[in-house]
């Protein structure tokens, strides 16, 4: 073992003590751990001044109680997380996740992809992350504003344009975001349009950030095709979820001319062999937020699949777009068989490390969630600059933007893979990329 990888396992091993029972933040961090043994080993000093340490320890971690009746007139008690990452090049960035399995950990690895995410957008953002462990499905509208109240009444002294801006994630929308500013907006007794991203168009949102992460996804997708001399045409591509993310994925993919074979949601996965009507989908998903089986009842050819996994269809593309380890290793094995020979996160770390072990020994070409999801924050920091400039973009000026940002990101990532000696390894090329401006900063900053 190289003096480099001993002091790199020491870092982790401590971690693991001081952050038990946190899982899926061990994942998040071993792997991006293991892509800056290769930044070290060529540039030693970014191990000076404690700097993995730090990075790998929060500025700030926030755990709250949120009261709040419901409409028996029951008191319920959840708790709300906010956890500020690192600010070293903006200000904290993340959405809030509003679901029952949300704990620190999932917090904290979510916070911790987004520093070197908002770092390869270009533009300057911090990492953080919040939430609940809120269960939103089946509560009433006023149900999901008192709780959206409770929860900025306690969050709202700790956020701000300089300092803070959530977003939306899993079970936090356009509904949601709004209840959350109406209560900040009262409690500020100001309208500070950036310091929530995500909203209506009416108050300082912005065109293209709810097709933002879906869309970027398809535009980074297409640019690792393309390296690799190919397209989205004819391509049949499974995209897993029916959420925001999956919604406008679907959409780009087919208008970019691939067929979207599969998409599902927590309950079933169904089988659209002609393709997914799309119109139909976001009515029953955005408009009466039934579950997928209200598609199926309505387009004719569409099946509804209650066993087996949508990664058992065999596509030429995978887009895990629900959640994380929602693909494991045998399931990543199962496509690569199938002859899927690209995937391309939607999701925060939705392939289990295994999963990407399977990628890589079967040639499949893979894009991590950290760069291929990134169209949505960078969006959310377009979004910042309408409101600091008191500005409106056009669709198509913002979009363009947004395409030429997931363009640059993919550039970047197959540049850095390619000069740290691992072309083609884009996990690498994103992690070390990321690393490298957020590092960078803190070491010209001190130790803070
Ligand atoms: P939504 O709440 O809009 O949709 C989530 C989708 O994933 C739903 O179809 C949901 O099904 C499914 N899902 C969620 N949890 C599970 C689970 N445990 N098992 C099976 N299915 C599940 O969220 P988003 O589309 O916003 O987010 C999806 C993923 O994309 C998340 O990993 C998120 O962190 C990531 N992401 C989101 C961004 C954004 O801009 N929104 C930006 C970057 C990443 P059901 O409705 O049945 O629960």
């Known amino acids: 073992m190289s003096n480099i990888e001993a002091q790199v396992s020491d870092y982790y091993n401590k971690l693991l003590l001081r952050n038990a029972g946190e899982p899926e933040f061990h994942q998040a961090v071993a792997e991006v751990l293991d892509s800056l043994k290769i930044v070290l080993e ?20 926030l ?11 029951e008191v319920q008690v959840n708790r709300g997380f906010r956890v500020q990452f690192n600010s070293a090049i903006g200000p904290y960035k993340g959405g809030l996740r509003f679901h029952p399995s949300v704990n620190l950990g999932i917090i904290k690895f979510l916070g911790f992809e987004q520093i ?3 770092s390869l957008t270009g533009l300057p953002i911090g990492g953080g992350k919040g939430g609940s462990d809120f269960d939103p499905k089946g509560r009433s509208d006023a149900e999901i504003m008192r709780f959206c109240q409770s929860f900025m009444t306690e969050l709202h002294r700790h956020i701000g344009e300089y300092r803070d801006v959530p977003a939306g994630d899993i079970g936090v929308g356009g509904r949601e975001i709004g209840y959350l500013f109406g209560q900040y907006r009262r409690l500020a007794n100001q309208h500070e349009s950036g310091v929530l991203t995500g909203k209506g168009l009416a108050w300082g949102g912005s065109l293209v950030r709810t097709e933002a992460t879906g869309y970027g996804l398809a535009y980074f ?7 690799h001399g190919e397209s989205f045409e004819g391509k049949k591509v499974i995209v897993s979820g029916s959420g925001n993310v999956a919604i406008y994925a679907i959409e780009k993919v087919q208008e970019l001319g691939g067929t979207v074979i599969a998409f599902s949601d927590s309950s079933a996965w169904v089988e659209t062999p002609n393709g997914v009507d799309v119109a139909k989908l976001k009515e029953v998903k955005e408009v009466r937020r039934e579950r997928v089986a209200a598609y199926v009842n309505e387009v004719p050819g569409s099946k509804l699949r209650l066993e087996g996994s949508i990664w058992d269809l065999a596509c030429d593309i995978a887009l895990p777009c629900a959640t994380q380890n929602e693909l494991n290793g045998a399931q990543a094995t199962t496509l690569a ?3 899927c020979k690209f995937v391309a996160e939607g999701a925060n770390m939705p392939s289990t490390a295994e999963a990407i072990e399977v990628y890589r020994e079967r040639g499949i070409h893979f894009g991590p969630g950290k760069a291929a999801n990134a169209g949505g924050v960078a969006t959310s920091a377009l979004e910042m600059q309408q409101n600091a400039s008191r500005d409106a ?6 979009d363009q933007r947004l395409h030429d940002i997931m363009a640059n990101i993919f550039r970047n990532v197959a540049k850095t893979a390619k000069e740290y000696g691992h072309e083609g390894d884009y996990v690498i090329g994103a992690n070390i990329a990321g690393f490298k401006k957020v590092a960078d900063a803190m070491l010209a900053q001190g130790v803070i």
């Open 116 to 118: 070197f995410k908002n």
């Open 63 to 73: 755990m709250f109680r949120v009261p709040w009746v419901d409409d028996q007139g």
């Open 393 to 398: 973009w056009s669709f198509e000026y913002t």
């Open 42 to 61: 060529k540039d030693p000093h970014y191990a000076d001044y404690g700097l993995i340490q730090r990075l790998c320890e929060p500025e700030r971690q």
């Open 337 to 339: 068989d199938n002859g």
């Open 221 to 227: 997708t297409k640019e690792m095709l393309t390296e």
